[in-house]
């Protein structure tokens, strides 16, 4: 029982950070139709932002978020605004094969200036793990998944409330409609991706001090992210939610009560399935 | 004209490493014309059909792993095993073809992401056959004697050949295909999937039928690679860059052209490869799939129909 009951406290812990990724990811699909597969590059870029924070600023990184959600945004703006706008319109296709380009540019750009080392990020105060209870619970992914439970109220709160947010809702439904309804399609545009990409960025950085980080580990999270936005139905944002912390707890259930090697299989399985027989997502929201 | 260009090309495939014969270039044409193999199989599923598949290292993967584990666990050559790498692959991609192709468009894409992963985490945890991370080793190949001439395994020219004929093989099978029913099936299916189906094109068994022909010469590639650096292991031969490598041979070359996979192979592998050698060597850096990142970015956004796409119409409509 006790193993059982840890396995889904950490699956929850991680599951909440799969889940701040896979927002992201979707909102970029639901509004621009883009497949993002350098959306694991932004993830991998919050971890290196993390990583040079603590070792050349002395900024501990959970503090670093407040400088790297900014950045990261501003890139998004960048790389929508320069690099995606044109392609866009030529179908979901060429952008998939593009971005897959554009990921391949920005992996290998940080290999060329950080090198292929695995890197970790000690915090003094994460030697031991807490113990409510009895159970285990590692520091520094306790503090991320509480911020991360706070990034995604705030980020519920701005599609809900705002008129941004509402107009990012609304293109999402229905782009033309929203456009005659007097919309900024294309400013909205820009937000939702720079949005994306500043969300996928915060989750590398909450994320660093929990993994290895090593330049191509966007490969690995794009694959998982993928598998939690289908699991929630593309472009659903508390679809990707649910995805997220169901992945998360269904990889550490897998890993203790199916085999360690082949957790990350189950992901992918369970991803298989629903794209067979459900395509709209388990909550039946998506659109496909 | 056609003709003339076509015999002088193969005179020049054939020639090459008589002409330059320097290790680091012969091993520099085996890798492009590898590469063309790859692209080659990526295009006819991707070119012909419009099915864009992120999980051709699972092929490429069936095909080193069937030849290096016939050589070593039964000693059947690897020549043999090469063939038969193929048809394993194509046997593979049977049951992957009927399930991902209920999927359309990027779901397809994901669908294929997934499968291959899965295969190769099989291959990872699979050790009583595929030995696990730790991977297989060839130390030596089995003699071949010409005559009197055994033939010397450790010069890369006799590897050169074998590769040259493959490379022909996937050349002469796309040419072949662009003239078949499955080619025409194909382009339907790529126009518009459901106009084909409603014509009456069993779209299903048209896209499966290409899948595995394709996968059967990456297959064939793969056992190649394995013979060629006789050693494998999982995440050299099923790992999702290698997928996406084929993916930007194909495009670069430009899609649904008989020569462009050779054309996309000469760009990105020779300039790869070289930027490779100036990156480590005067560096110590690793990073040259920069290039091919930035290449596929160039090429969707300037030139959607690839260079040989582009450059085709200009040389009196050459295929």
């Known amino acids: 029982m006790e193993t059982f009951v840890q396995s889904i406290v950490s699956g929850i812990l991680t599951g909440s950070l799969y889940a701040m990724i896979g927002v992201g990811l979707t909102v970029i699909f639901g509004v621009m139709r883009i497949i993002n597969m350098a959306h694991g590059d932004m993830v991998m870029f ?38 995606l706008k044109n392609i866009v319109p030529a179908g979901e296709l060429n952008t998939l094969l593009y971005t897959a380009g554009l990921s391949l540019f920005i992996a290998n750009l940080v290999l060329l200036i950080a090198t292929g080392d695995y890197r970790t990020i000690k915090l003094k105060y994460a030697i031991m793990p807490l113990r409510p209870f009895g159970i285990a619970v590692p520091i520094p992914l306790a503090i991320a998944f ?3 439970i706070l990034i995604t109220f705030a980020l519920y709160w701005f599609m809900v409330r705002t008129d941004t947010g509402r107009a990012i809702r609304a293109t999402s439904q229905e782009p ?81 009560y199916v085999s360690v090697p082949y957790k990350d299989a189950i992901g992918f399985v369970i991803f298989l399935l629903v794209l067979l027989f459900k395509p709209s997502g388990l909550f039946g929201v998506g659109k496909s | 004209m056609k003709k003339i260009v076509i015999v002088l090309a193969l005179l020049l495939l054939f020639a090459a490493p008589l002409i330059v014969s320097a290790p680091f270039f012969v091993h520099l044409m085996i890798m492009v014309l590898m590469w063309t193999v790859l692209g080659a199989s990526w295009n006819i599923l991707g070119g012909f059909t419009g099915q864009v598949s992120f999980g051709h290292a699972t092929f490429l993967g069936a095909g080193a792993y069937t030849t290096m584990i016939l050589y070593l666990k039964l000693g059947i050559a690897p020549w043999y095993g090469i063939p038969i790498g193929g048809l394993v692959a194509a046997l593979i991609a049977l049951p992957i073809g009927f399930i991902c192709f209920r999927l359309r468009g990027p779901y397809f894409a994901l669908s294929t992401l997934a499968v291959a992963e899965i295969i190769r985490l099989v291959a990872l945890n699979w050790e009583s056959l595929t030995n696990g991370p730790v991977g297989l080793l060839i130390t030596t190949l089995p003699d071949v004697t010409f005559g009197e001439k055994s033939i010397d395994w450790e010069n890369k020219i006799p590897f050169y050949y074998i590769i040259a004929i493959i490379t022909l093989g996937s050349i002469v099978a796309t040419y072949i295909m662009s003239r078949t029913r499955l080619g025409a099936y194909s382009l339907a299916i790529r126009e518009d999937i459901d106009s084909a189906e409603a014509i009456g094109i069993n779209t299903v068994q048209a896209r499966v039928a290409a899948l595995s022909l394709s996968a059967f010469f990456a297959g064939v590639a793969g056992g190649f690679y394995a013979m060629y650096l006789r050693y494998i292991d999982p995440d050299a031969v099923f790992s999702i860059p290698l997928s996406v490598e084929m993916v930007f041979i194909a495009v670069v070359g430009g899609l649904t052209t008989v020569a462009g996979p050779l054309i996309g192979a000469i760009v990105l592998v020779a300039f790869g490869e070289i930027f490779r050698e100036i990156f480590l060597v005067h560096f110590k850096l690793v990073g040259h799939l920069i290039f091919y990142g930035l290449m596929m970015m160039i090429v969707i956004r300037y030139l959607p129909e690839g260079i040989w796409g582009r450059l085709r119409p200009r040389v009196g409509n050459q295929r």
């Open chain 1, 46 to 83: 919050g971890m290196y932002g993390a990583f040079l924070s603590i070792t050349f600023l002395k900024i501990d990184p959970f503090l670093s978020i407040i400088l790297w959600i900014p950045i990261a945004f501003f890139i998004g703006v960048f790389i929508y605004r320069f690099l």
């Open chain 1, 146 to 148: 509480g911020m991360a």
């Open chain 1, 176 to 256: 033309e409609a929203a456009a005659l309804m007097g919309v900024n399609v294309d400013r909205t545009a820009i937000i939702t991706f720079a949005l994306g990409t500043a969300l996928a960025c915060a989750a590398g950085v909450l994320l660093a001090p929990s993994l290895y980080l090593y330049p191509t580990v966007g490969e690995i999270l794009v694959a998982k992210c993928f598998v939690i936005v289908v699991l929630g139905g593309l472009g659903s944002v508390p679809g990707a939610i649910a995805g997220g912390l169901l992945l998360g707890v269904v990889e550490s259930l897998g890993a203790v």
